[in-house]
Every structure is written in structure tokens, then in C-alpha cells.
């Protein structure tokens, strides 16, 4: 198909943290049903799609171990699927600057993936229905779908049944980076063998993000993965033990870990917290930085 093509476009998308995961056993098809409370955070990927020579060319904006170049690449596997729906033979680079930490349970693949579907949309201006844009987002991974819509939103299934939750208050947050990621399906096969079969119900969370008392929100945070997490990377009890004693009022792995996330009472205090844990120099921590939610999802820049 022979399509109309701007010249570049520029995506901006979020990273997530999960204020609630509950995980189920393992299903037939080797995922788990999860009841996830999604929160997009303003830590952020770019991703600028511009025509190129026939095919996907990818390039990382600055160098980044982890992050694949080639078809493999999350982003680029959304550019050839959006191709591929609407029967176009791609001729794109991708640039990408990452401000998500790979491998850090926050969905920064996702994230580029997200972006991508986006960037194609508007580059080849298909202008397609939302609806079929989940659906790709949806084949892409689970946590694909949340990266489009952003905002907070209760992810039920693999995690791509969304359903948005509106709420008029900001979180503040302080997040503890690592060195060194943690693989997902890893922590998931880990999850397993610790024989839990219930998830932990989602209802506290949602309830408490009604609340303006960031308080009930502490008290609510929950991840099912956290042992999990906990058991492949011991270290990171420390981490969030610091983060307590730097003044969070709770802290808690993100998704499949390895980052922390703490929760601050306001943007002050999460600046403070920040700087103490900054100074701390917990052993494994690579970054320590600060950021609000929710925000919204994967947008293109004016
Ligand atoms: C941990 C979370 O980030 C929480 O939001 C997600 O559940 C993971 O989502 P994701 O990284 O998009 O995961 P996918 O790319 O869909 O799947 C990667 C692997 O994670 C495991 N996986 C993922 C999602 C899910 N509901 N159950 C699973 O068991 C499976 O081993 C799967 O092969
Ligand atoms: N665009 C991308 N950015 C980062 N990693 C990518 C990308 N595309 C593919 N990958 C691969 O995916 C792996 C997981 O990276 P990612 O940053 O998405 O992890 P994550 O944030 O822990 O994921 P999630 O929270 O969704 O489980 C990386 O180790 C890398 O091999």
C-alpha cells in the first residue's frame, strides 16, 4: 500500500509503577491473571519516527547494554506489526532516548512499544480506531495496552483488560534505580515456586486512590511479586528499608523489581528523601530520582 508520510514525529510516553499486583497461579498459556492498579509516572521515553531507507532502523539515542538494535527491539516489532495490519512495507528510523530504566520493572520496552504504534499511526496518518490500536498494543505484551492510555487504570487478565480509574489527586514519588535488572518471566518463575495460588484483591488500592490522604494509599500499596522479586535480589530489602528511614511513608518494588518505588507525602518531602537515599549509597542502587503520577500515556509532541 502507498501511503501519504510527514516528514517526523515525536512520541513522549511514561513509565508505570503498579500501586496494586496481585497474581494468580500460572494459566494454561504460561501467563498468570493478575489484577493490577497501573499508575503512569513522569519518568519518560522520546521516540521520533521519521521515513528512512526500505525497512526498520533503530537508533539509541545515547548507548544503553540491555537494549536490543535490531528487529527485536520492542519498538520495532510494533512498527513492522502496525505495518504489517495495514499491509505497508516500512521504510522508518527510530530514535530513541530512554529515560525509563531497562529491565527495571517500570514496562520501558512496553513503553517504546506503545510509542511506536503511536508514531506510526501519525507518520503514515492512518488515524486508526483506538480499539485496534489496543489490540496490537495487547499482542505486543501485557503491559503494552496501560502505555497507550496511561493515567491510572485497573488491568485485569495478562493485564491488557484495562479499565480507566479517575482520581483528582497527584502521588509523589522517589525511585531507587538498579544497577542491574531483573529479568520478568524470571521473577514470575520464581512467584511460582513459592506455591501461592489467591491474589491479593485490588479493592484497598482503589478505594484509597480516592483518598487525598497519600496515607491510605501507603497503606494500601501491594505487589505480589515482591517475594519474588525479594528471593532472586536480596539486596533489595535494604533498599527499601533506606528509603523507609529517609522519611517514605512506604516503599515498595515495582512490578517484577528490581526498582523501588517510595511514596512521598508531597513534592518537598520527595525531593528530601531523594537526597537522603542519594546519600546513603545503598550498595546496588544506580539512581535515585524523583517523579510525580499519574500522567497520562503514550502522546505525540506538538
Ligand atoms: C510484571 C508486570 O510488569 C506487571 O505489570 C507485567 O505482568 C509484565 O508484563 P510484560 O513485561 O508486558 O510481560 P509480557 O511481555 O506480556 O510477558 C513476558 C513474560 O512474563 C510472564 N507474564 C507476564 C504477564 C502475565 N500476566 N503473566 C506472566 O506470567 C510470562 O512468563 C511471559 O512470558
Ligand atoms: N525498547 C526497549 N527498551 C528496553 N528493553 C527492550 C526494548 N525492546 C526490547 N527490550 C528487551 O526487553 C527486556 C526487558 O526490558 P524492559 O525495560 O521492558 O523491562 P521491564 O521494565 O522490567 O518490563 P516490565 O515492567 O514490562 O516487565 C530488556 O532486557 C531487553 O532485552
Avoid at 521519521?50 to 525497512?55: A, D, N, R, V, Y
Avoid at 503511536?118 to 503514515?124: F, I, P, R, S, T
Avoid at 525511585?175 to 535488572?181: D, I, N, P, Q
Wanted: glycine letters at 10%; a negative charge.
Amino acid at each position: 500500500m502507498t501511503v501519504s508520510s510527514r516528514s517526523a514525529v515525536r512520541v513522549r510516553v511514561p513509565a508505570k509503577i503498579n500501586l496494586h499486583l496481585g497474581v494468580g497461579p500460572l494459566r494454561d498459556d504460561n501467563f498468570h491473571d493478575v489484577a493490577s492498579v497501573f499508575h503512569a509516572v513522569s519518568l519518560v521515553d522520546e521516540l521520533t519516527l521519521e521515513p528512512g531507507p526500505p525497512g526498520i532502523r533503530l537508533i539509541l539515542e545515547q548507548p544503553h547494554t540491555g537494549v536490543p538494535v535490531d528487529r527485536t527491539n520492542l519498538a520495532a516489532r510494533a512498527v513492522q506489526m502496525l505495518a504489517d495490519h495495514v499491509n505497508i512495507e516500512p521504510a522508518v528510523t527510530i530514535r530513541l532516548r530512554k529515560g525509563i530504566p531497562v529491565a527495571g520493572g517500570m514496562a520501558g520496552g512496553s513503553a517504546d512499544a506503545a510509542a511506536a504504534l503511536v508514531a506510526g499511526d501519525a507518520l503514515w496518518n492512518l488515524a486508526l480506531p483506538p480499539e485496534t490500536l489496543h489490540a496490537l498494543a495487547a499482542r505486543l505484551g501485557s503491559d503494552v495496552p496501560f502505555a497507550l492510555h496511561g493515567g491510572d487504570a485497573l488491568g485485569l487478565g495478562r493485564g491488557e483488560q484495562l479499565t480507566p480509574l479517575t482520581h483528582p489527586y497527584r502521588r509523589h514519588w522517589v525511585l531507587a534505580t538498579a544497577r542491574e535488572g531483573l529479568s520478568t518471566p524470571a521473577v514470575y518463575a520464581e512467584f511460582d515456586r513459592g506455591g501461592r495460588t489467591t491474589a491479593s484483591d485490588p479493592a484497598a488500592v482503589i478505594k484509597a486512590l480516592d483518598d487525598p490522604d497519600p496515607n491510605a494509599l501507603a497503606d494500601a500499596l501491594t505487589n505480589d511479586l515482591q517475594d519474588a522479586a525479594l528471593s532472586l535480589r536480596p539486596g533489595l530489602q535494604q533498599v527499601l528499608k533506606a528509603g523507609k528511614q529517609a522519611g517514605a511513608l512506604q516503599g515498595i518494588v515495582s512490578g517484577s523489581g528490581p526498582t523501588c518505588a517510595f511514596l512521598a507525602p508531597d513534592p518537598e518531602r520527595a525531593e528530601h528523601i531523594a537526597n537522603r537515599l542519594r546519600i546513603a549509597e545503598v550498595p546496588g542502587v544506580s539512581a535515585v530520582r524523583v517523579a510525580h503520577g499519574s500522567v497520562e500515556g503514550a502522546r505525540l509532541c506538538p
